[in-house]
């Protein structure tokens, strides 16, 4: 398995854009958790899917974020409109339920 | 809820020095532990892990890692580091039947000839 994939790994964008960035998880993986990384407040959960379902949404910071996992193989975090506020490395992860969690590369986010 | 304090926010030291990170944890029920690495621009990496069984864990590269319950400790050693050490170290904690896994604010390791 080539782990869990995200892309794009740099997204620069301008104050009021729309942003989507996307997840591959482990296949076999029932788990999926966004988490973001800044200098300030460290790495954050954001949201976690279990099955596909959102089962907790409480690390989401504002409405501008939204998180979706249509299928098993796919998930999206959106922020619409993006801030220089946003502006991290957003990670995402992957787990079975016997198994530890798997990062991605990140996506390093700008927003100018 | 869970919780875990890296007291080291940076931590120097010379090539082949032994070297500890501290983690310390907080749960109001049993916990699995793990310590992950970031190198430059890359994701976390699994190191070590805690589930169950021996308190002492190792990792493939000469990490070790002891439960220590009672003080409700997690720390990182090694006994000689190289260059190629200097990273990141993130110590995390997830409690049995819970889902999220909570990271604490990381070690930065700068190991220098």
């Known amino acids: 398995d080539a782990g869990v994939i995200q892309s794009p790994r740099h997204e620069v964008t301008e104050m009021g854009q729309e942003v989507t960035l996307r997840c591959k998880p482990i296949s076999g993986h029932d788990y999926l958790f966004w988490y973001r990384q800044t200098m300030m407040r460290g790495l954050e959960l954001l949201i976690y899917f279990n099955n596909n379902v959102p089962i907790d949404d409480s690390g989401m910071p504002e409405d501008r974020f939204s998180a979706k996992m249509p299928n098993a193989s796919f998930s999206t975090l959106k922020i619409q409109p993006s801030e220089p506020r946003d502006s991290a490395v957003y990670f995402c992860a992957s787990r079975g339920v016997n198994t530890e969690a798997f990062f991605g590369q990140g996506t390093r986010l700008t927003v100018v | 809820a869970q919780s875990v304090t890296q007291l080291d926010s940076q931590v120097p030291v010379f090539e082949e020095a032994p070297v500890e990170l501290r983690c310390n944890y907080s749960?109001?029920?049993?916990?699995?532990l793990f310590w992950y690495v970031q190198y430059p621009n890359q994701g976390l990496q699994l190191l070590l892990k805690?589930?169950?069984?021996?308190?002492l864990v190792e990792s493939i590269n000469g990490f070790e890692a002891e439960f220590n319950k009672s003080q409700t400790s997690f720390h990182l050693r090694k006994p000689s580091v190289h260059i190629s050490d200097t990273a990141e170290y993130f110590c995390a904690v997830r409690g049995t039947g819970f889902q999220k896994l909570v990271f604490g604010t990381g070690t930065r390791l700068l190991v220098s000839p």
């Open positions: 749960s109001s029920v049993s916990v699995y």
């Open positions: 805690y589930l169950s069984g021996s308190t």
